[in-house]
């Protein structure tokens, strides 16, 4: 922060006008709170600003030091879908900003138009990514050709009820529709097709709804002392969880599965090992559409993805599953903060694509079935793994950022 008190510029300032701005982008692109607060005052302090930023997962405090006073700014703010365009977009005009390439006020009008743009991919292309990234998980999971089938169509239907929820404004109600209805669906299709791995199916079609992200999100903002930011994500993580395996509860419930009266029973081929490879490979690719990332960082959130699993492989081998994941994001953590500082990029666009196939979601969700099937000790077993996994991955992080920092370090004047 300045060593020197300086006068508020005034509400109507561009400067401060572009500090709000900025503010309400991050906090919609699913910044950290102190990810947020830290380039916030950093900003604000190359306008010669003083600050003091506080933000949860619902607002944002930005009070103004203004000689023996301050001049506070509260921002309601609605959690936003993760975009990874929107994330660039915003990263890079803060750097312009920073450099003095823009002025602040061409700042503002930068941001207001970044912010108010839809997602550039057309609505089938959005619902068969969702299908695609179901029969990816399927494979990797270990599913046959039936597996697949029904992964990829419960997919496509978590797809279609994503976008409309969104249309209608029900986001609150999307993990619990979308969950009773592949429930409902995954047991008409068992009595369609023949017995299958539904569990497997019911994973598949639901991953990109489970809320992983969410959870190491919260345990990295407690990592990093923002407390009631940590706890507020975490709380909301866990009732994700919850919505959705009630919903796959009350959706199983509604069909039950004949056994031997089958239509089609068609047999369940399984997939060599290489396929499995393969689908690990190409399994970021498949969220270009649902983050809505820039086609030219499809690149590098191929290879963050590829080092993380290959971190996790030599992990594995050489100690346990916890250190392997400790290793993984130890690697893609350095490698995300490496990038963003060479490139002025954010760290976000590699980190989210390596993260998403190593965020313990699917563990939460069946730590929770077991306990709803009254499976006491197996519910107990799996959420202590989930804890075990999301403290090595927020551990592995929070290393990497202590040996490579994402910004490079302000000169001192």
């Not at 709170?33 to 607002?59: D, H």
């Not at 279609?160 to 529709?177: D, Q, S, V």
């Amino acid at each position: 922060m300045n060593s020197k008190k300086v006068l508020f510029p005034g509400k109507n300032s561009p400067e401060v006008k572009f500090i709000v701005e900025l503010g309400k982008a991050f906090h919609k692109c699913g910044f950290s709170s102190y990810a947020l607060e830290e380039r916030l005052m950093e900003v604000a302090s190359k306008f010669n600003i003083a600050l003091q930023v506080y933000s949860s997962p619902t607002g944002i405090f930005l009070s103004f030091e203004d000689q023996d006073a301050f001049t506070t700014t509260i921002l309601r703010v609605e959690p936003g879908i993760l975009d990874l365009e929107k994330i660039a977009l915003t990263n890079e005009i803060s750097n312009r900003v920073l450099e003095n390439k823009i002025t602040a006020k061409e700042g503002v009008d930068l941001l207001k138009r970044v912010m108010s743009k839809d997602n550039r991919f057309s609505f089938w292309i959005i619902v068969f990514s969702y299908a695609a990234v179901s029969a990816m998980v399927s494979i990797i999971m270990g599913g046959g050709l039936k597996e697949l089938f029904v992964s990829s169509f419960l997919g496509l239907i978590t797809g279609i009820i994503f976008i409309i929820t969104n249309k209608l404004n029900l986001t609150r109600l999307l993990e619990f529709i979308c969950a009773a209805s592949v429930g409902a669906l995954s047991n008409i299709l068992y009595t369609t097709i023949g017995p299958y791995d539904q569990s497997v199916s019911i994973i598949s079609g639901l991953i990109v709804l489970f809320p992983g992200l969410t959870l190491i999100s919260g345990i990295d903002e407690i990592a990093n002392r923002n407390l009631v930011s940590g706890t507020t994500r975490l709380s909301s993580a866990i009732f994700i969880l919850m919505f959705i395996v009630f919903g796959v509860a009350l959706g199983t419930d509604l069909f039950f599965p004949h056994e031997n009266s089958y239509i089609l029973n068609i047999k369940n081929l399984t997939f060599p090992l290489p396929f499995k490879y393969i689908a690990t490979l190409l399994a970021p690719l498949t969220f270009i559409a649902i983050l809505n990332a820039r086609t030219k960082d499809a690149p590098v959130m191929l290879v963050s993805s590829l080092l993380a699993q290959i971190g996790l492989y030599f992990g594995n081998r050489i100690i346990s599953d916890q250190i392997g994941i400790f290793f993984a994001s130890l690697v893609l953590g350095s490698f995300s903060n490496s990038w963003a500082r060479f490139s002025k990029g954010s760290q976000y666009i590699p980190l989210i694509s390596g993260l998403i196939l190593l965020v313990p979601g699917v563990v939460g969700y069946q730590s929770l079935s077991s306990f709803l099937s009254k499976d006491i000790n197996e519910g107990i077993m799996a959420a202590f793994n989930m804890s075990l996994r999301a403290i090595a991955l927020v551990t592995g992080l929070l290393c990497s950022n202590f040996m490579i920092s994402a910004y490079k370090p302000k000169k001192q004047d």
